[in-house]
Nanobody, 122 residues
Framework: QLQACGGGLVQAGGSLRLSCAAS????????VGWFRRLHGKEREFVATITWGGSSTYYADSVKGRFAVSRDHAKNTVYLQMNSLKPEDTAVYYC?????????????????WGQGTQVTVSS
């Protein structure tokens, strides 16, 4: 199971940190991805991190502003979002899949959190 939280309302240029806490079979290697659904649009990839945390990958739209990290002791993955823009407003989802690589497609993920709303005002 995945529990995402940390969303909220922030002004443009501000920061938020989302958390994704995992429970269950967390001792097996799993990658985590972050996706978002902008209003009226399909869900899109944002960022992903491997089990070991040494490799990450970002969508071009967030590269240099967002950073994904993980804390194995807490079974939690974080998405630090800086320099937020109004176009980052969306429902953010975390997802997980067992494996040692990172993954960018929705179909590659088996487990999804419930989503957390991020709203960036101009």
């Amino acid at each position: 199971q995945l529990q995402a939280c940390g969303g909220g309302l922030v002004q443009a240029g501000g920061s938020l940190r989302l958390s994704c806490a995992a429970s269950g079979r967390t001792s097996s290697a799993y990658a985590v991805g972050w996706f978002r659904r902008l209003h009226g649009k399909e869900r899109e990839f944002v960022a992903t991190i491997t089990w070991g945390g040494s490799s990450t990958y970002y969508a071009d739209s967030v590269k240099g502003r967002f950073a994904v990290s993980r804390d194995h002791a807490k079974n939690t993955v974080y998405l630090q979002m800086n320099s937020l823009k109004p176009e980052d407003t969306a429902v953010y989802y975390c997802a997980a899949t067992y494996g040692g690589a990172w993954y960018t497609r929705e179909s590659q993920y088996d487990y999804w959190g419930q989503g957390t709303q991020v709203t960036v005002s101009s």
